[in-house]
């Protein structure tokens, strides 16, 4: 019913920058809240930074000052811009997004998840 499509990782030099983007298609009636996720390997998935349902945002720690999110509700994206990218910030990034849809007559959100794009960033 809907998708979630990622795109904008690759590779970077320690202190570049990256811009991530999730962009939402399908029946989508509204987002509920939108943003992103990172893993790394042996690691735990850890939320980056969402929008909330209320509008507003939240950042894990270790990010804030360097990431920032942003959306574009007319396009139902969000991006993520990184500003000086760490070695300790290479993960597969998820876009994640509760989503609600019209079933038959009837409004329900799900809980979508992105196929992930990679971040490398190297020292």
């Known amino acids: 019913q809907v998708q979630l499509a990622e795109s904008g990782g690759g590779s970077v030099q320690a202190g570049g920058s990256l811009r991530l983007s999730c962009a939402a298609s399908g029946s989508i009636f509204s987002i509920n809240r939108m943003g992103w996720y990172r893993q790394a390997p042996g690691k735990q998935r850890e939320l980056v930074a969402m929008f909330t349902s209320g509008g507003s945002t939240n950042y894990a720690d270790s990010v804030k000052g360097r990431f920032t999110i942003s959306r574009d509700n007319a396009k139902n994206t969000v991006y993520l811009q990184m500003n000086s990218l760490k070695p300790e910030d290479t993960a597969v990034y998820y876009c994640?997004?509760?989503?609600?849809?019209?079933?038959?007559?009837?409004?329900?959100?799900?809980?979508?998840w992105g196929q992930g794009t990679q971040v490398t960033v190297s020292s």
């Open positions: 994640n997004a509760d989503i609600w849809v019209v079933v038959t007559t009837q409004i329900q959100g799900y809980d979508y």
